[in-house]
């Protein structure tokens, strides 16, 4: 049979039991929690878009304005640099999404984009390449140097004789 306590008089924890009371409060307030635990790991996704929207800022002040060229060489590496913050972001989102409840639209988001900025980086950096391998022709590295392909103003040349 169950004994049940009286109703008049309330059980007293004794001081053992206030002992593990105070033990146990102690250590759930030192233990992270997993919330505590999943926000301090989850709250690197931002470092990293916090670097990629500086990387872009940096990106679009290259231009200087409407109508401006933008220099290749520089958009190559700046294009590099977004495309590494991309590889980085991208990696980590995949492989933190469900512990930080990452949705799929925008793993998928980062991804496109990433594929996007990789394609843009790929043309300036073709463009570069070209850009120096010009200035290299024109600094008398190889082709033609002179007008009409000759060796331009200089070295001789004979004027025709005959009745002028």
């Given at each position: 049979m169950l004994r049940s306590l009286?109703?008049?008089?309330?059980?007293?924890?004794?001081?053992?039991?206030?002992a593990g009371l105070a033990a146990v409060a102690i250590a759930a307030a030192l233990l992270p929690l997993p919330a505590q635990a999943q926000s301090a790991s989850c709250q690197e996704l931002g470092t990293h878009l916090t670097e990629r929207k500086s990387l872009v800022e940096s990106i679009q002040k290259l231009g200087g304005g409407k109508g401006k060229p933008i220099d290749a060489k520089a958009a190559c590496?700046?294009?590099?640099?977004?495309?590494?913050?991309?590889?980085?972001t991208l990696k980590w989102a995949e492989s933190n999404k469900d512990w930080c409840q990452i949705p799929d639209q925008f793993v998928e988001g980062i991804k496109t984009d990433h594929e996007k900025v990789s394609k843009i980086r790929g043309q300036a950096c073709t463009a570069a390449a070209k850009q120096a391998e010009m200035q290299k022709n024109a600094a008398g590295g190889g082709g033609p140097q002179g007008?009409?392909?000759?060796?331009g103003l200089e070295g001789s040349f004979k004027i025709p004789q005959g009745a002028l």
């Open positions: 009286p109703t008049s008089c309330p059980a007293r924890p004794g001081p053992r039991s206030l590496t700046a294009f590099g640099k977004l495309v590494a913050n991309g590889t980085t007008l009409l392909g000759g060796n």
